[in-house]
Nanobody, 125 residues
Framework: QVQLMESVGGSVQTGGSLRLSCAVS????????MAWFRQAPGKEREGVAT????????VYADSVKGRFAISQDNAKKTLFLQMRSLKPDDTAMYYC??????????????????WGQGTQVTVSS
């Protein structure tokens, strides 16, 4: 089993920055992919960024490329999402996610079987 817990999100104005973190516990060594997703009211859950647990080039949604950066600490027990140049369209509940076993890391929610409880990010104009 894997447990995920996101840090508290926050509220910022357009152009501001926030960093989210996700504490990972349990069978950490078995994790293959970790990712951030988000879901705005009335919209489907959207993949934001994903990274292989053993490193490699992250993959980003087009909507956040150049503004967001996913990373993990050396012990692989915390996942981060650095968000810059935030826009009102970035307002959503943000979730970290993990999947065990081999395979390609995808920005598809059904690919992941462990989820955090979510944290709210609000960007005002």
């Amino acid at each position: 089993q894997v447990q995920l817990m996101e840090s508290v999100g926050g509220s910022v104005q357009t152009g501001g920055s926030l960093r989210l973190s996700c504490a990972v516990s349990g069978f950490v060594s078995s994790i293959n992919c970790m990712a951030w997703f988000r879901q705005a009211p009335g919209k489907e859950r959207e993949g934001v960024a994903t990274i292989y647990s053993n490193g490699g080039t992250p993959v980003y949604a087009d909507s956040v490329k150049g503004r967001f950066a996913i990373s993990q600490d050396n012990a692989k027990k915390t996942l981060f999402l650095q968000m810059r140049s935030l826009k009102p369209d970035d307002t959503a509940m943000y979730y970290c996610a993990a999947v065990l076993g081999p395979g390609v890391c995808l920005l598809v929610s059904r690919h992941y079987n462990y989820w955090g409880q979510g944290t709210q990010v609000t960007v005002s104009s």
